[in-house]
């Protein structure tokens, strides 16, 4: 099964790219998605926008933005395809390409693409991926330097959510609310957040040892942008 947005992926290859261009024609593909995948090293930049929880995976924890009250609703994507806040995700800014294992047996990763994205082309609209000769280009560099950071983010989201389920520290919450003008409210649940209780009960050397290593930041971030669910009707 594909990620969010994804339809189809094709590993990068100057033998069939190389007349290929991306041309960025807006964040429609996003406009369906109520919750955004986030790393943790976006976290100070997100809590000015977004509500930042967490929810289960197969493999744990995963930390998102809510970015829409109902389900297939994105309240951050207006009907030209423009986002409408200063700083997008990540994992929005990523696609249409992401890497992937070039098989089971191997952990090297490739660069591939999602050539459904509409901006894809071979009209010359856009930004190339390889040079005339077939080495590639400065664009297509820092796509691939982009996604290794992506995935080193996503390690580091491994390694911070297992170390709070270990620690016991998140709980299930249920958020409610009422549009102005509405007779009844919506619910929002499935979301995981930091019981603030249960943080103030850690004992020392489990809080020296979230402040060395940066997560006790984190945990802080995550509690003051949990305000912004007030703002998700007013966006």
Request: hydrophobic share 40%.
């Amino acid at each position: 099964m594909l990620p969010m947005f994804y339809k189809q992926l094709t590993a990068v290859s100057s033998a069939t790219h190389t007349d290929l261009k991306i041309e960025i024609t807006g964040y429609r593909f996003a406009v369906s998605a109520n919750v955004i995948p986030v790393g943790i090293s976006e976290c100070s930049q997100l809590l000015f926008h977004y509500p930042i929880v967490f929810i289960k995976a197969d493999t744990g924890y995963t930390p998102v933005a809510v970015v829409g009250t109902d389900t297939g609703q994105n309240l951050f994507v207006n009907n030209d395809g423009d986002w409408l806040v200063p700083y997008m995700p990540a994992y929005v800014r990523r696609y249409p390409f992401m890497v992937a294992s070039v098989s089971e047996q191997s952990q090297a990763l490739t660069v591939c693409i999602d050539e459904t994205y509409p901006g894809c082309n071979r009209e010359g609209r856009g930004e190339a991926l390889f040079n005339q000769d077939k080495s590639q280009t400065d664009y297509l560099q820092k796509v691939s330097q982009f996604l290794q950071q992506f995935e080193l983010d996503s390690r580091r989201n491994q390694v911070f959510t297992a170390r709070l389920a270990a620690l016991d520290l998140l709980e299930s919450i249920e958020v409610t609310f009422t549009a102005q003008g509405a007779e009844s409210g919506r619910k929002l649940d499935g979301f995981f957040v930091i019981n603030r209780e249960r943080l103030k009960q850690l004992d020392q050397s489990d809080v020296q040892e979230l402040h060395q290593t940066g997560a006790l930041e984190l945990i802080y971030q995550h509690l003051a942008s949990l305000f912004r669910f007030s703002n998700l009707f007013n966006v």
